[in-house]
């Protein structure tokens, strides 16, 4: 496996590559034995067991910090036994494609043979295996190249780069706190803090019975969905029904939402601090809904004591939607199922709210007290894959 950007990452490099092999024997576990290590800027994972190096591919797919994949053939460092090798499994792999080259690389100089008449031989080897099959030679633009490395140990003999998840090793970034709703953004929002190496816990608000066991069970099934990258989520739940029905009856109608969005930070915030969350995480667009407009946003971001992350802030829905299809949520997103925030939706939202207004509708209650008690019930569990 290949790591572009990690080795670009200077003196922190070691501790990155701990993270990264950490992150990968805990993918691998459930699956069985594998050896994992790195050397030179590349990770190995070596199994005896082909059926099991298969099953691990598209799990270590979904490894961020990864940013390709290819299958090697590890071989005893002699010419014979690397041709032997591209005969039987490399030729095969080309029959169909365009063009191809032979590229080698040796990181042991005193390897008898030098890297173009590795290249040579290599070269000449699948044209021979192939004969009319054999796609052409392109050493400018070719489709697939084959790479023979010279290591220290063995030589390494692989055709054909699978892409990986990209971004940086998960948990290398701190901690953060996804607002996670049942809908299509927010996994998505979490989806790219994790790749960025954010660690991700979530926190659901419900307004139960006007909300179902199985709207939240839905979420609880989106957590589930970004444990294929993220391994475990830590899910918090607050109910708001007492809070919303307060609002309700207190406040004018066309301030709920914005009222209700900055309760929800604030209780955010108080769940991130006793998680040691260093930020929250929201799947807000830039003008999708009421909530998300600039004023809107401003007059949520001002009960903030913690950086707010919108990482869809500048997002089109189709843009979302792709990599909510992507990372396999949004069958589940679009399941119809209430959310807290639809069940009193002002049929009219203040699109531009300001400040002043928005304090004088929060002068009208008690919400400290309705958010204490909120916050006291908060529910905790883990999610797992
Ligand atoms: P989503 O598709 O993520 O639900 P949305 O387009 O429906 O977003 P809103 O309902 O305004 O937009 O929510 C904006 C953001 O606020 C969500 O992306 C999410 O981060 C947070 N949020 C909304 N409802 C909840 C909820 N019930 N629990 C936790 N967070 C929520
Ligand atoms: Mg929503």
Not at 31 to 59: H, K, M, W, Y
Request: net charge neutral.
């Amino acid at each position: 496996m290949k790591y572009g950007e990690l080795i670009l990452k200077g003196a922190n490099k070691s501790y990155f590559d701990a993270i990264l092999l950490k992150q990968i024997r805990r993918k691998l576990k459930p699956l069985g034995e594998f050896r994992v290590f790195t050397s030179q800027s590349t990770v190995f994972v070596e199994s005896e067991d082909d059926a099991l190096l298969d099953l691990a591919l598209p799990e270590l797919q979904r490894v961020f910090g990864v940013v390709s994949l290819s299958i090697a053939y590890r071989v005893e460092k002699n010419l014979d036994a690397i041709l032997d090798t591209v005969r039987e499994k490399i030729a095969p792999l080309l029959i169909g494609a365009e063009s191809f080259k032979a590229d080698a690389r040796r990181s042991d100089k005193k390897f008898a043979l030098k890297s173009p008449e590795i290249c040579r031989e290599v070269g000449a080897c699948i044209l021979r295996t192939l004969g009319k099959a054999a796609p052409k030679v392109d050493v400018h633009n070719p489709r697939e190249v084959v790479w023979v490395e010279i290591r220290e140990d063995f030589a390494y003999v692989h055709a054909g780069k699978l892409p990986g998840a990209g971004g940086m090793p998960y948990g290398t970034s701190g901690r953060a706190l996804l607002l996670l709703s049942g809908g299509i953004d927010s996994p998505v929002a979490g989806y790219r803090m994790a790749k960025r190496g954010a660690f991700i816990d979530a926190l659901h608000f419900e307004s139960f019975p006007y909300t179902s066991e199985r709207a939240k069970e839905k979420v609880v099934d989106l957590a589930r969905k970004l444990c294929a990258y993220t391994d475990t989520v830590n899910f918090a739940c607050i109910r708001l029904t007492e809070l919303q029905l307060a609002l309700q009856e207190a406040c004018r109608e066309e301030y709920f939402t914005i009222l209700l969005r900055r309760s929800m930070m604030r209780l955010a915030c108080r769940v991130a601090e006793r998680q040691k969350c260093g930020a929250i995480v929201t799947g807000e667009s830039l003008g999708q809904v009421a909530s998300q407009t600039m004023d809107a946003l401003r007059c949520t971001d001002a009960v903030a004591n913690l950086p707010v992350y919108r990482p869809l802030i500048g997002m089109d829905k189709e843009e979302i939607v792709r990599t909510s299809r992507e990372i396999d949520c949004f069958e589940t997103s679009i399941l119809p199922f209430e959310d807290c925030c639809t069940v009193f939706t002002p049929r009219h939202p203040k699109l531009n709210p300001t400040l002043e207004e928005v304090l004088e509708e929060e002068s009208k209650l008690n919400l400290k007290e309705l958010e204490d008690k909120a916050f006291s019930e908060i529910e905790f569990f883990r999610v797992n894959r």
